[in-house]
């Protein structure tokens, strides 16, 4: 089968289409046709070598996808052949087929196309945790939602909005920003506005926003906790500058604030949070007040394309890659 094979760590165009071996699912596994992948900035650092955690090589990318279930492994009951199911893997997706074990599979809404169903789960759960479970959203607070008409970002203004909550959101051209307003942002500003900081704070009442999802990092964290309120709370679930950011805790004492760092592939070890997630985001999916923003979609042969379209932030919505 064609499949994306990377032999060494680097920019996108290190990605090859091959041909290799069909996988076999084994006890527990299933294995599945691959109708679309999500792709998450953190495939495009996988590649790079510069994740959270190692990446082995040779490997296939494509941690996030959906598909068609195709052949059950020994011993597995929970899903049946021709059912369309999302899935979260390490890696393997971008490729005709895929084997996951049958227990990390992710129940889909029927209504979902396969690329929206591939463009649901990292990313609206992430932003449940931001919003919620880490960032303790009131409804009527405001929240600052940064690289707001990317994938995440998308999630988090439509599910901010769901709660209740008044959305800041910043982007870094007016294009992007016009999105956040069409999903219900209250407030755009652009990323490089140089009146940012001050912006932000008296949009937020003139005393600072008291939750900021910041996915930026680099010299943009010390401005994130510049548009804080005291007491205020600074999700870190990204580092999308790729440089580093430096912070002086006596601020954090000085002025009451609260960082804390969100990886989801660690949360869902945390199965009373994925659940009540899951809970939370079922009766918003099914009312239509979230729905996936599937951006630029990409064959196979298109994977390094598509990865440096992420990399050189031309895209809008969630990439998807369809195999
Ligand atoms: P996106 O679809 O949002 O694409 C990345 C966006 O980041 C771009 O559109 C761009 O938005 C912004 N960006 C890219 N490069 C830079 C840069 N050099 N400086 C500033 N901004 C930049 O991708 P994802 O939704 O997959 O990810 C968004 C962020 O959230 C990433 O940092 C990612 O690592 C993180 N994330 C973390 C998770 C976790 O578990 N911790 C889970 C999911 C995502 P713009 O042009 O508007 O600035």
């Not at 940064?146 to 909005?161: E, F, I, M, R, Y």
């Not at 064959?299 to 809008?316: G, H, V, Y």
Request: hydrophobic share 45%; glycine share 10%.
């Amino acid at each position: 089968m064609k499949a994306i094979v990377v032999e060494r760590l680097g920019p996108p165009d290190v990605m090859e289409i091959k041909d290799i071996p069909v996988p076999q699912p084994g006890e527990g596994e299933i294995r599945i046709e691959v109708e679309a992948v999500g792709i998450n900035f953190a495939d495009v650092l996988a590649v790079a070598g510069e994740y959270l955690t190692r990446t082995r090589v040779p490997y296939t990318p494509g941690m996030e996808f959906a598909g068609i279930v195709e052949s059950l492994g020994e011993g597995v009951t929970s899903v049946k052949v021709g059912q369309r199911v999302a899935c979260l893997g390490g890696s393997g997706a971008l490729a005709k087929y895929a084997v996951v074990k049958a227990t990390g599979i992710i129940p889909v809404p029927e209504s979902f196309t396969g690329a929206q169903a591939a463009a649901f789960p990292v990313s609206y759960f992430t932003a449940y945790h931001g919003l919620k479970t880490l960032g303790r959203g009131q409804e009527g607070e405001w929240v600052l939602v940064q690289a707001a008409a990317g994938a995440l970002g998308t999630a988090s203004v439509q599910l901010a909005k769901a709660m209740g909550m008044k959305v800041i959101a910043m982007a870094s051209i007016e294009e992007k920003l016009q999105l956040a307003r069409d999903l219900g942002a209250d407030v755009t500003l652009l990323q490089d506005d140089p009146d940012r900081v001050q912006k932000v704070r008296d949009a937020a009442g003139g005393k600072g926003v008291p939750l900021i999802l910041e996915v930026v990092g680099g010299p943009r964290f010390q401005e994130s906790l510049d548009m804080a309120a005291d007491q205020g709370r600074v999700i870190v679930i990204g580092n999308a500058s790729r440089e580093q950011a430096n912070m002086r805790p006596v601020e954090l004492m000085k002025r009451n604030l609260t960082v804390t760092g969100l990886w989801l592939t660690s949360m869902m070890n945390d199965r009373e949070a994925t659940v009540a997630a899951a809970q939370a985001l079922t009766p918003l999916v099914a009312s239509g007040q979230v729905t996936p923003q599937v951006g630029p979609t990409y064959a196979l042969a298109e994977s390094a394309r598509a990865f440096q379209d992420i990399l050189d932030r031309k895209t809008i919505g969630k990439v998807v890659i369809e195999p």
